[in-house]
C-alpha cells in the first residue's frame, strides 16, 4: 500500500483548506484510514480517522466541528475538509493507513504512511 497526500498550503486564520490522500495498491486490505499531524518540536498526534466503510469517524477534540473526514472508495481517496483554520493547526499533516484496526487514534497503530503535506495558518 502506498499513500499520497496533497493539498497542503498557506491560509489566513478562518481560511479553508481540503487534503487529499490517495492509496495505491492492496488497498482492498485497509481496515481504517487516518490524519495525523506534527508541528515543529512536537509529537505527532491524532487528527481524524474513518473506517473503512466510510459509515464512522472518529476526531480530536481540537478539530471537532471544523474539519470533515470523508472517503471515496470508487477514487480510493480520502479527504479531510478543513474550515475555520487556526494558527495553532499549522503543522505536517499526514494519512495513514491501518491493516488490523477498524478505528484508531494512535500512531504505531498504523503500518502505512503518506509524505506529509505542510499547512501553514497566520493569524
Known amino acids: 500500500v502506498q499513500l499520497q497526500a496533497s493539498g497542503g498550503g498557506s491560509v489566513q486564520a478562518g481560511g479553508s483548506l481540503r487534503l487529499s490522500c ?11 484510514m487516518g490524519w495525523f499531524r506534527q ?7 491524532f487528527v481524524v480517522a474513518i473506517t473503512g466503510s466510510g459509515s464512522r469517524q472518529y476526531y480530536a477534540d481540537s478539530v471537532k466541528g471544523r474539519f ?10 480520502v479527504y479531510l475538509q478543513m474550515n475555520s483554520l487556526k494558527p495553532e ?3 505536517v499533516y499526514y494519512c495513514a493507513a491501518t491493516l488490523t484496526f477498524p478505528y484508531s487514534d494512535v500512531v504505531r497503530d498504523y503500518d502505512y504512511w503518506g509524505q506529509g503535506t505542510q499547512v501553514t495558518v497566520s493569524s
Open 39 to 45: 508541528a515543529p518540536g512536537k509529537e505527532r498526534e
Open 68 to 77: 470533515t473526514i470523508s472517503r471515496d472508495n470508487v477514487k480510493s481517496t
Open 89 to 91: 493547526d499549522t503543522a
Open 22 to 32: 490517495v492509496a495505491h495498491g492492496n488497498i482492498y486490505t485497509i481496515r481504517a
